[in-house]
């Protein structure tokens, strides 16, 4: 299984498997949802009102496993008052999913300000999620909570003649003045 899937069995946890597909589904349906709104197509609300439900699916399994995932890592782990911040902001975004998609779905007719008012929501959305989406990356990417950090083997033999050479960035600690090189 490990030649197959070498990331999925090293994951310290599904979480990241499953934050995406909420992340999909509401971004789409927003766009569908306000494509909708002003072309007045029903095709794309009612895509959208699927996706919607879909997202919402969706954010309440990434919640569950986040729940999990930060039980089994503790109270008194590293960086835990930075993993509230963001279960904050994924926990309004997942209740106004459910929200939304239960309004989408209950409500069918075509008043343009209901798609309106809904559509706004769907934006409001959009925006806590990325919010909340940003505090889990920084999480990750930032502080490497969550992720099993083992260092990438070093390939022998590995050819950097792709032609150009490689430099260290301005910002790397071993950047020098690229000036005084002849290339």
């Known amino acids: ?5 070498p990331g999925l069995t ?14 999909v589904f509401w971004v789409t349906a927003a766009i569908a949802w306000a494509f909708a709104t002003f072309h007045e197509n ?15 699916i969706a954010a309440v399994i990434a ?16 960086g835990h008052d930075l993993i509230h911040v963001h279960r904050d902001f994924m926990l309004v975004a997942t209740t106004l999913s459910i929200l939304i ?16 008012g809904l559509t706004t929501a769907s934006l409001i959305l959009v925006s806590v999620m990325t919010l909340g989406a940003d505090r889990g990356a920084e999480l990750a990417f930032r502080y490497g909570i969550g992720v099993a ?3 990438p083997p070093h ?12 430099e260290p960035s301005s ?3 071993d950047a020098h003045d690229h000036g005084s090189h002849q290339h």
């Open 1 to 5: 299984m490990e030649s197959i899937f």
């Open 10 to 23: 090293h994951a310290p946890n599904l979480h990241p498997l499953v934050v995406h597909f909420p992340i």
């Open 42 to 56: 029903e095709r794309v609300w009612q895509f959208g009102r699927w996706l919607h439900v879909s997202g919402a």
């Open 63 to 78: 919640t569950a496993v986040g729940f999990w995932v930060t039980d089994r890592m503790g109270h008194d782990s590293p």
């Open 101 to 116: 998609a239960a309004l989408g779905w209950w409500w069918r007719g075509p008043d343009k300000k209901w798609r309106i």
């Open 149 to 151: 950090g083992d260092p």
């Open 155 to 166: 390939t022998q033999g590995h050819d950097h003649d792709h032609g150009h050479e490689h």
């Open 171 to 173: 910002s790397s600690p």
